[in-house]
Every structure is written in C-alpha cells, then in structure tokens.
C-alpha cells in the first residue's frame, strides 16, 4: 500500500468555491468512486492507473477530474514528481477543467501556497509536479 492519505482524508481539508466543506458536496456514490479509482490496491501498487467515469450532464464530473488530479498531483508520494494532464475534447472544455482548478487552488489556501497557476499549467514547486490541460490528440 502507498504512504498516502485518502483521498476522502486531503478533500476533508479543502473547501468549494463556495467556501463550504468539500466533502458537504461529494455524494456517497461519488465518495465511492473516488476511493474505488484513487485508493484500491493490487498489493503495493494502485489497482487502477486509468478510470472512465461516464454520468449524465451536470454530475460533477468536471469536479471529480479536477479534484482526482489535485489529489495525485499533490499527495500522491513520488521521488521525480508527479506529472498530471487532464484530458478534454475540446480546447473549450480544456480551458473549462483548467480555470476550475484554478479556482479550487484560489479558494483553498492549503494548497495555494505549493501551487502557482499559469497560463496553461498549474505548477506545485515542491518536487517539480506539473498539471496540464489539454485537448485529446495534443
């Protein structure tokens, strides 16, 4: 198993743009798909290094990529860094999923002090993690 807190246990201290509790926003079915994608283990590695989540329009799925990405962007324990890219079907929608994490970084200081959002990236300066947003096929 990685030394790394649930992914339940890093959302539990961060808030929504809102200012409420995360979690307050994170529904049971979507609790267990994070702790089913994020922290089941074959032995010592992950079980899964790939999910596809389909849901309905407007079920937090852009959320739940962003908050799935912070969470292995930033806890996830590395040696070289973590890389993350946060695919979307269109230049729009990549611009979407990056302003949202950006906005999750801005309201959430927990974080911003590790993460410094640019142009097309967010960058966490402590072992060099970087997260981009890029449309499928780039």
Known sequence: MIDAPHPLDFFAKL??????????????????????VLYSFDG???QYNLAVCGRAKKNWKTSDLILAGLYR???WPSAHGNDCFVLANDEGQAA???????????????IARKVEPRAKKLFAGMVGAVCRSCRHGT
Do not use: C, H
């Open 44 to 46: 010592d590695r992950p």
């Open 15 to 36: 808030r929504w743009l809102d200012a409420r509790p995360l979690l307050d926003t994170i529904e049971p079915y979507r609790r267990t798909i994070f702790e089913s």
């Open 96 to 110: 979407d999923d990056l302003d949202l994490a950006k906005k999750l970084v801005s309201a959430n200081q927990i």
């Open 73 to 75: 962007l930033l806890v």
